[in-house]
């Protein structure tokens, strides 16, 4: 029996949506589980539709339809948000189209993507990637959820990258963009240098100059070796390069793109340093590599692969 105070489970699908908001906005959900929801019924969509319209008069400091507190930080309505509390998000009126102000593309594991932006830039979706964007009313925004991007702005148009809690307004120029279980990096492969806006001191970022930001401390720059950005965008060749890398984090890196992952099971091989060029599509290249230079034994399982001594 429904509640009699909310007859149609109004209440309880707003909740359900506000979860999907915050879960998406935190990167915590696949965005194919969340089309599938939304286009589910009719009814999914206008729900979500209010919570994105309420959050961004939150953000913008506009009045809303309910009596909420007078300072809601994104983290905290996030937060609410996640638990399913109404924190001003009852408010109805607003249209469902305000859900589809973000686009979306996202890619598998081991899939890539070439997506051409409504500016005429183009961006480049690396392996289990998800990026939304939003263009319109003077505003033109990225927003990487999860993965690696690379992104070729040809054009000048003044197009803000969101990475984590960081904005960067980017300069003519190719970048790479990348999220870690630790830190975000964005690269200048080539071209305008690029001020970071509220840095202290000043910070501008070179060609060959990466922008490392981590939780909670202010970024820093990295200046890498032409070969090193050169290995980071390899991967647009359908290639993967490990310039003098342990065992362990290049067989990490490998496994981004396979579904049946490499295991180092020794800790001496895992220490050991590596270089090559390899296929993404190959593992058997990189493993075969390992397996002559370090001896070690490939052994085949049900989930992937082991490699030991």
Wanted: hydrophobic letters at 40%; glycine letters at 8%.
């Amino acid at each position: 029996m429904k509640n009699s105070k909310d007859p149609l489970g109004q209440d309880a699908l707003i909740a359900e949506a506000s979860r999907w908001f915050a879960a998406l906005d935190a990167g915590t959900a696949r965005r194919d589980e969340f089309e599938a929801w939304r286009s589910r019924d009719p009814a999914h969509a206008v729900a979500y539709a209010r919570i994105v319209g309420n959050w961004e008069n939150i953000a913008a400091g506009a009045p809303i339809q309910r009596e909420a507190p007078a300072r809601v930080s994104r983290r905290q309505w996030l937060k609410a948000a996640a638990v399913g509390l109404p924190v001003a998000i009852l408010g109805s009126g607003l249209l469902a189209d305000r859900a589809y102000a973000w686009e979306n593309a996202t890619t598998g594991v081991g899939e890539t993507k070439r997506v051409a932006l409504p500016d005429g830039n183009v961006v480049h979706l690396n392996t289990d990637t998800s990026l939304s964007w939003r263009f319109g009313d003077g505003e033109h925004a990225l927003r990487l959820n999860r993965g690696e991007v690379a992104l070729d702005m040809k054009r000048g148009s003044a197009t803000v990258l969101h990475v984590n809690d960081a904005s960067f307004p980017l300069t003519p120029g190719l970048f790479d963009a990348r999220i870690t279980s630790r830190q975000a990096e964005l690269t200048l492969v080539d071209g305008t240098p690029m001020h970071l806006p509220g840095a202290e001191p000043r910070l501008t970022l070179h060609p060959n100059d990466a922008v490392i930001v981590d939780s909670g401390r202010p970024p820093r720059i990295e200046t890498r070796s032409s070969e090193r950005v050169a290995s980071l965008v390899a991967w647009r060749a359908g290639e993967i390069v490990f310039l003098d890398q342990s065992v362990a984090d290049a067989a990490a890196d490998f496994n981004r793109y396979l579904s049946r992952k490499i295991v180092v099971r020794n800790a001496d091989l895992a220490r050991e340093k590596m270089g090559g060029r390899f296929d993404l599509n190959r593992p058997d290249q990189f493993l075969k590599a390992v397996s002559l230079s370090f001896n070690a034994r490939v052994v085949s399982t049900e989930t992937g692969y082991e490699l030991t001594r």
